[in-house]
């Protein structure tokens, strides 16, 4: 089954403490990005990446890391969480940033930091 | 800059159909994707307007009109099932691996 696997789904964490959001998708996809979702804000993109160690920033990078070393993963690092990063996270796939309409979304993460 | 306009909520009545609106400010764009999002769920894909025009899925229909910086997404036969909250999408030109979403509308079905 094609699919974008997040984990893990639900994490309550404190201030300082590291913590790695992985993703993973099984469609061969170039493009990945890592969403999160507050409130009234819709979707704001945190960082993207083109193909393997090709990564960027989006719109709201400020304390996030990713790296992108296989095809596949695509996981989204919190070195020193702080309160202002609870939210929810998603991760998407494309097979190409520029033709395709469609981005396949994993089902999210629910990160709490205290 | 670049944005894109939702109402925050929309109300209608099972079986009737909904029109959501998109407009937007941004210079060139590859086309207007439309999400759906359940409450506690993923965002899931519905439509793409690459052209101008009306794409039509099913009850789901989408249109664009670059001209008129403005697209939206109709819903028909409403059922309980497609309240939800829903989201426009664009890829701008000047930074195509960027996606920007709007704020989204929450449509809320009443029987």
């Known amino acids: 089954e094609a699919q974008v696997t997040q984990n893990p789904?639900?994490?309550?964490?404190?201030?300082?403490?590291?913590?790695?959001?992985?993703?993973?998708?099984?469609?061969?996809?170039?493009?990945?990005?890592?969403?999160?979702?507050?409130?009234g804000l819709g979707l704001r993109q945190i960082y993207y990446s083109m193909n393997v160690e090709v990564t960027d920033k989006g719109d709201v990078p400020e304390g996030y890391k990713v790296s992108r070393k296989e095809k596949r993963n695509f996981p989204l690092i919190l070195e020193s969480p702080s309160p202002n990063q609870t939210s929810l996270y998603f991760c998407a796939s494309q097979p190409d940033s520029r033709i395709s309409g469609e981005l396949f979304f994993g089902e999210g993460s629910r990160l709490t930091v205290l | 800059g670049q944005s894109l306009e939702q109402p925050s909520e929309?109300?209608?009545?099972?079986?009737?159909?909904?029109?959501?609106?998109?407009?937007?400010?941004?210079?060139?764009?590859?086309?207007l994707s439309w999400y759906q999002q359940?409450?506690?769920?993923?965002?899931?894909?519905?439509?793409?307007?690459?052209?101008?025009?009306?794409?039509?899925?099913?009850?789901?229909?989408?249109?664009?009109?670059r001209s008129d910086s403005y697209g939206y997404l109709l819903l028909q036969e409403l059922q309980m099932k497609d309240s939800a909250s829903y989201f426009c999408a664009v890829r701008p030109y000047s930074s195509a691996s960027k996606i920007i979403f709007g704020s989204g509308t929450r449509l809320s079905i009443r029987p």
């Not at chain 1, 639900?10 to 507050?38: A, P």
């Not at chain 2, 099972?14 to 210079?27: D, F, K, L």
């Not at chain 2, 359940?38 to 009850?59: I, Q, V």
Request: negative net charge.
């Open chain 2, 38 to 65: 359940h409450d506690g769920g993923a965002p899931t894909f519905l439509s793409y307007n690459a052209l101008d025009g009306l794409e039509e899925t099913g009850r789901f229909s989408s249109f664009l009109s």
């Open chain 1, 9 to 39: 789904r639900y994490l309550i964490t404190v201030t300082g403490k590291k913590l790695t959001v992985t993703c993973s998708q099984n469609m061969n996809h170039e493009y990945m990005s890592w969403y999160r979702q507050d409130p």
């Open chain 2, 10 to 31: 929309v109300t209608a009545v099972e079986g009737a159909i909904v029109q959501i609106n998109c407009t937007y400010q941004t210079s060139g764009f590859y086309g």
